[in-house]
């Protein structure tokens, strides 16, 4: 077959936006430029971020299939009280709290009717799902090992395992096809701030990956933490994605790991303490030993 004849679609897919509008924003726009075929959403639309709501209301009105993440579970467990008692009071719940108040009913309706994973009309071949075909917090990363992947890869119909949640983009051949991170849009976790989703092109059986950054307004983001009220109202841990945002790299859950290993709990008066021994450029492998080796408790 020639290359005029050979069938081509072009679909893009990204994840975790985190209630950040500015970045989806500027991945829409790149989005209208490359004209898909196709777009679809592997979750967490929302927490982690202010602007969920505005979010949702952006995706939806495109009719684009989206799939639900972590967070999404985490808000509406915490909008239906089915949490811990505690986490409805605790300093270290504040943000979650405040984003979920921050979603309308409406909104909350849309999150439930969200499925687990979403199978591509362009690429039957195509499989997404938020963490991994088992859970939506089972990270896949550069990390994972080649035969987990393989083995994720032999348990569904699908060649090409497209997903999100560890904010970390990847691609990964293996014997038993392709896996892809596309990144986060609203919350990199790789050292670029810039927001990241990839598109996906399939030619007659081949399929290509490209991975996309797109600059976008950081200030309007951190302006969106001030007016809404959600940096004064969620204590500690909206200190603590402000500082994701501006580092691309995880604060939350290393602050949280060493609170455990210390066994204080995560509020807002350790936070220097924590920043004096936390390197945000040190590999979280290496964190969490460090951890282990200097609180590591007697039996």
């Known amino acids: 077959m020639s290359p005029a004849q050979a069938t081509t679609k072009r679909i893009a897919i990204l994840a975790d936006v985190h209630g950040n509008l500015p970045a989806l924003e500027a991945v829409l726009e790149d989005i209208e430029v490359q004209a898909p075929d196709e777009v679809l959403v592997g979750g967490d639309l929302v927490g982690r971020g202010p602007q969920g709501s505005a ?8 009719g684009w299939v989206s799939i639900r993440g972590n967070h999404e579970e985490y808000l509406l467990s915490f909008r239906r009280q089915d949490v811990p008692p505690d986490w409805l009071h605790l300093d270290e719940w504040a943000a979650a709290r405040w984003m979920a108040a921050e979603l309308s009913e409406d909104d909350i309706e849309y999150l439930g009717t969200l499925a687990f994973s979403a199978r591509c009309d362009s690429i039957p071949q195509l499989l997404l799902t938020h963490g991994s075909p088992v859970a939506t917090s089972d990270g896949l990363g550069p990390w994972t090992r080649a035969s987990k992947l393989d083995r994720l890869l ?10 999100g949640h560890t904010h970390r983009p990847m691609v990964r051949e293996l014997d038993h096809g392709l896996v892809v991170n596309v990144g986060s849009v609203g919350l990199p976790f790789n050292g670029d ?11 007659d059986g081949d399929c290509r990956v490209e991975l996309r950054q797109v600059e976008y307004d950081l200030e309007a983001t951190l302006s969106a933490y001030r007016t809404t ?7 500690v841990t909206a200190e603590l994605l402000r500082l994701e945002l501006l580092h691309a790299t995880p604060f939350l859950v290393p602050f949280q790991r060493w609170a455990d290993a210390i066994g204080k709990p995560p509020e ?7 920043l004096d021994f936390y390197e945000p450029d040190e590999p979280l492998r290496d964190f969490f030993l460090r951890i282990e080796s200097m609180f590591e408790r007697p039996c």
Do not use: D, M, P
Not at 154 to 163: K, M, N, Q, T, Y
Not at 268 to 274: A, N
């Open 193 to 203: 701030r810039r927001a990241q989703y990839a598109i996906l092109t399939w030619v």
């Open 229 to 235: 009220g959600f940096f004064e109202a969620g204590g």
């Open 154 to 163: 032999a348990g569904i119909e699908e060649s090409v395992l497209v997903c």
């Open 55 to 62: 979010v949702i209301r952006e995706i939806r009105r495109r």
């Open 268 to 274: 807002t008066g350790r936070l220097e303490e924590f």
